[in-house]
């Protein structure tokens, strides 16, 4: 898949699925030439890696793609999608458990 069938530019504003890929590279001069893989968020020259926000139905062809790359290290996937965003049953866990602790009548 050529770098150029991956980017869309329509004008069409829908919200796509997207993931972020973290790049780690050898050198931080080597983070501009991310740009054409997705979208750059961040870049930290101490650490020489990069956040890469790509589309999730693109994801394996750019990570192919990055890893053929000279300067790339290692390319590792963002967990955030994997994680359990109900903190709702968390709270009630916690408050029953501190409740327990302090011996009052769990409501």
Not at 46 to 69: F, G, I, P, T
Request: aromatic share 12%; hydrophobic share 40%.
């Amino acid at each position: 898949m050529a770098i150029d069938e991956m980017r869309d530019d329509s004008d069409s504003f829908e919200i796509k699925d997207r993931r972020a890929l973290y790049v780690f590279y050898k050198s931080a001069r080597n983070a501009r030439f991310l740009s054409k893989y997705g979208e750059v968020i961040f870049n930290s020259k101490k650490h020489n890696y990069s956040c890469l926000y790509v589309d999730a139905d693109k994801l394996e062809a750019v990570r192919e793609m990055l890893q053929k790359e000279k300067f790339v290290l290692d390319i590792q996937e963002s967990v955030l999608d994997t994680l359990s965003t109900d903190f709702g049953s968390a709270f009630v866990e916690t408050n029953a458990a501190l409740k327990d602790e302090l011996g009052e009548p769990v409501v």
